[in-house]
Structure formats: structure tokens, C-alpha cells
Nanobody, 130 residues
Framework: QAQLVESGGGLVQPGDSLRLSCVAS???????????MGWFRQAQGKEREFVAE????????YYAASVKGRFTISRDNRKNTMYLQMNSLSPEDTAVYYC????????????????????WGQGTQVTVSS
């Protein structure tokens, strides 16, 4: 369906900021702007959890309670890129972060449901440690 490539992860100290990027290529022939996208993360030994998602043109967003007010999701369809700006990072944010794209251009409901997603990137490691 799509190829997704994340970048921007790294090792930072508590309180620092980091911006992740996800470059997307859709194989269906439809415009990227038709698809909602999002970020999930998986900490070592835990299941993958929802972080944030947004609709095709980026004007509707939905966040997990744990990141709301600290993280900002956005996208630039002209660059086929989605972003996750992460501020006030804490050790609890340490995880592999994955970007994903919806299976189909459906109406955005802001559910944070992994079942809505059809393709994933390879992940980028974010480590927050002093």
C-alpha cells in the first residue's frame, strides 16, 4: 500500500525536544492527502501504543492523554512528510516510534486504533536519559 521511512530519533536528556519525520510514498495512485496518518510507539517489553494521529489535510488531530500538550503532530503533503514535534521529553517517552498510514481514505474519527492502519515504517529509536 505505502512505504514509510522515519527519521529523527536519538538520545536526549529529560526536558529536551526532538522532532521525528516520516516520509511516505503511496502506491495506490491516490494522493497522500487522502490518507490519515499517525504515530505509535513501543517501549521495550511493552505492546505498541498510540501516540497521535491526524487527518489527510492535517486540520484534525487526536492525541494520547500521555502526550497531549507536549507533542504536536503535523504534516506537509507537498513534501509527503509527517512530523512529530516532541517537547518536555521524559524517560517514560523512551521507545521505538513508528509512523503509520490508514488502510484506506476513510473519514477521520480520531480513534487511535491500530486496526485502522495498513502500513508501517521501520521505526526510529528515541531514548530519553540523563
Amino acid at each position: 500500500q505505502a512505504q514509510l521511512v522515519e527519521s529523527g530519533g536519538g538520545l536526549v536528556q529529560p526536558g529536551d525536544s526532538l522532532r521525528l519525520s516520516c516520509v511516505a510514498s503511496v502506491y495506490s495512485g491516490r494522493a497522500l492527502s487522502m490518507y490519515s496518518m499517525g504515530w505509535f510507539r513501543q517501549a521495550q517489553g511493552k505492546e505498541r501504543e498510540f501516540v497521535a494521529e491526524l487527518n489527510g489535510n492535517g486540520d484534525s488531530t487526536y492525541y494520547a492523554a500521555s502526550v497531549k500538550g507536549r507533542f504536536t503532530i503535523s504534516r506537509d503533503n507537498r513534501k509527503n512528510t509527517m512530523y512529530l514535534q516532541m517537547n518536555s521529553l521524559s524517560p517514560e517517552d523512551t521507545a521505538v516510534y513508528y509512523c503509520g498510514i490508514f488502510r484506506a481514505p476513510v473519514f477521520f474519527q480520531g480513534r487511535g486504533d491500530e486496526e485502522d492502519y495498513g502500513s508501517w515504517g521501520q521505526g526510529t529509536q528515541v531514548t530519553v536519559s540523563s
